[in-house]
């Protein structure tokens, strides 16, 4: 009979040892993935057939280039949780686990600065 | 077996995403660099197999969202009558294609 409480049991534990930490993470970035798209939908059809000249200047507005840097940080993180799952359910060999899982936080956070960095030159200059 | 088969649906649809990723910061990225460059970039993009793609991409994004939102009412603890579950997962298929064509459709109209 143990007197840990249930949190305390999953704390820290699960395949890649981040316990509960992983699922709440993707439940928020999913909500905010919601919002994201819709913006996202709403960005493009408004800027269908728009030069490049058109596209750094709408990412002038703050607002725009908050909402794709949002995206680049909720999305890629959400993406590199969800990718995640998927190595630690097919991917069972400790060394190509380790190796994928490299991999994903790599092309994650390899996308993340690649898009931060353009939308940040638009909204700056460009 | 419908919603066994959504539930890989929604795996092979967020790996679909994830390659979308890319092209969307491609697509970015050349929009930040240089004239020609988001040129050839939006040259892919109009072509039919850049199109074809954006559509599979927009398919894929609805049905993963409208899926999201089928795991967000099963973590309330609702929604695992059998019944329920048959009417979530079909809500989910009608739904990403009605969103899916809706937005091609508003894109073709404001285009035109």
């Known amino acids: 009979m143990s007197m840990r409480t249930e949190l305390g049991k999953v704390r820290g534990m699960g395949a890649a040892h981040e316990g509960t930490g992983h699922f709440w993470q993707q439940r928020l970035t999913g909500v905010f993935n919601l919002l994201l798209t819709v913006f996202f939908v709403a960005y493009v059809a408004c800027h269908l057939g728009a030069d490049r000249a058109a596209i750094v200047a709408s990412f002038k507005n703050p607002l725009i280039a908050f909402g794709f840097a949002a995206i680049m940080l909720n999305s890629l993180w959400h993406m590199r949780l969800g990718l995640q799952v998927v190595i630690e359910d097919y991917v069972h060999g400790p060394a190509t686990k380790l190796i994928t899982i490299i991999l994903n936080n790599v092309y994650a956070f390899g996308l993340m600065g690649l898009g931060l960095l353009a939308i940040l030159k638009m909204f700056l200059g460009a | ?112």
Do not use: C, P
């Open chain 2, 1 to 112: 077996m419908l919603s066994m088969m959504t539930s890989i649906i929604h795996r092979v649809t967020g790996m679909g995403l994830a390659l979308g990723m890319l092209f969307l910061v491609w697509w970015l990225s050349a929009a930040s660099m240089s004239d020609s460059y988001f040129a050839l970039v939006q040259g892919f993009f109009y072509g039919w197999f850049g199109r074809l793609m954006l559509f599979g991409f927009t398919w894929a994004l609805m049905h993963h969202a409208l899926g999201g939102l089928r795991y967000f009412t099963w973590d309330t603890g609702h929604g695992f009558a059998l019944n329920k579950v048959e009417w979530m997962v079909r809500a989910n298929w009608i739904g990403s294609i009605v969103l899916t064509l809706a937005i091609w459709g508003i894109a073709y109209g404001v285009r035109s």
